[in-house]
């Protein structure tokens, strides 16, 4: 028998695809309900690329070992690109802050994702960050320079404070994001112009 989704009956696979909806960012239950619906309308259209799309995803991606990256090669294809600056490296917090970056076409060096911000609160201490890949690359003289481009938030301050301190006795010059990313701002919801504006004004950290 089925089960009742708002005071409607379905299947159990139906109620199974609208919960895991339901989990990713931006959809509650209500537009996992829609979502799904849309889905189901335009199977051959929708559903079945999707659901090809998403076994081809998790069958080839991987993080990139050098900077942590989300590709289907290792190292990523940036990592690996040899018109892009090896020296200049931009540290940022998640793979999606990455995706932004590059979406503003300003920046033309490499990156370093470190999987998340310092929190006290969370429980998210340096150990649980890639930051040992990042200070490596720094000691061994591989960065010229770090762009800390972390969100204007206390953790993401925080963050950058560590990561100044730690890298404060190796070759690398360290910078950060300047105007153009309010307070309180993050990275993902910036408009290109903003990022590419705030990529080219950084300043020593």
């Given at each position: 028998m ?10 159990p ?14 959809l ?7 979502a799904a619906?849309?889905l189901l309308k335009?199977?051959e ?11 081809d995803?998790a ?6 070992h ?6 289907s090669v ?6 690996a690109d040899?018109r892009?600056?090896t020296?200049l ?5 998640e ?7 590059e979406?503003?076409g300003?920046f ?10 310092l ?6 201490g340096?150990?649980r ?8 690359r720094?000691?061994s003289?591989a960065?010229?320079?770090a762009i800390l481009?972390?969100?204007?938030t206390?953790?993401?301050?925080t963050t950058?404070?560590y990561?100044?301190d730690r ?6 010059k360290v ?5 153009g990313?309010p ?22 950290a």
């Amino acid at each position: 028998m089925g089960e009742m989704v708002a005071g409607i009956m379905t299947g159990p696979e139906i109620e199974r695809l609208i919960q895991l909806l339901a989990r990713l960012p931006g959809l509650g239950p209500r537009s996992a309900r829609r979502a799904a619906l849309h889905l189901l309308k335009r199977r051959e259209a929708l559903l079945d690329p999707l659901a090809r799309a998403l076994t081809d995803v998790a069958a080839v991606v991987k993080a990139c070992h050098v900077c942590g990256n989300l590709d289907s090669v290792d190292p990523c294809s940036i990592c690996a690109d040899p018109r892009r600056d090896t020296g200049l490296v931009c540290v940022v917090a998640e793979v999606g802050d990455l995706w932004a970056l590059e979406r503003s076409g300003a920046f033309k060096g490499r990156y370093h994702v470190l999987g998340g911000t310092l929190s006290a609160l969370d429980g998210v201490g340096p150990d649980r960050l890639n930051l040992n890949g990042l200070i490596q690359r720094a000691e061994s003289g591989a960065i010229r320079e770090a762009i800390l481009a972390l969100d204007a938030t206390v953790d993401g301050q925080t963050t950058a404070h560590y990561i100044a301190d730690r890298l404060s006795g190796t070759p690398a010059k360290v910078s950060r994001l300047a105007h153009g990313v309010p307070v309180g701002g993050e990275l993902d919801y910036l408009d290109d112009g903003t990022i590419a504006a705030a990529l080219n004004a950084r300043r020593p950290a």
